[in-house]
């Protein structure tokens, strides 16, 4: 099974704006400096290989599989909006989509998943044959571009690990004890953590 990145987010998780106030900077000479803060916050904590194993702002994704499995494909990366495609090759190798109206689709457990109605086709006996397309993460379609309704404690974990980078610009300030990123962050983001390695 190989994950692979399609579209990523078209937008982060925090605004400028708010992280700016959260830091009670007003002027505008480290705007730059807190967007690479902003970055690097939401890359330690998103998609499957961050400390969540979940997406944050919707982005889209490709599992790859060599065969259909018996039953359900776990949709490894919550929360799942929706399934775009599941597309394999067929016995002899040509491509093929399996028409959505046989399997169903479960995007309110986490992970999601999806049941074929009736089993999985037969697919060509070789590496890659199965690809599953499929969007995830907190979505809100009040905004434009969607910057995501990702849940307030994980916003404030990545607000924590800002504000710790914006205070503390080195990993080791001389004379002092090594700075750690924030408890209360880790705190935050551990109640949502998922191990995709379990599903």
Known sequence: MTLKLIQGPTAYPLTLAETKAHLRVDHTDDDSLIQTYIAAATAYA???????????????????????????????IPPLIAVIAVDYDDPAGLPA?????????????????ILPDG??????????????????????NTTSPPTGAVPDDIRAALLLYVGAMYAHREEVIAGQAAIQLPWGAEALLRRKRIDISMA
């Open 46 to 76: 998103d998609g499957p290989v961050g400390v969540l194993g979940r997406a944050l702002v919707n982005q889209t994704w490709q599992e790859t599989l060599d065969t259909f499995p018996t039953n359900e494909i776990i949709i490894r």
């Open 97 to 113: 989509t399996v028409p959505s109206n046989q399997y169903t689709v479960d995007d309110v457990s986490e992970p999601g998943w």
């Open 119 to 140: 089993g999985w086709p037969a697919t060509f006996d070789g590496i890659n044959s199965v690809r599953v397309r499929f969007r995830a993460g907190y979505i809100d």
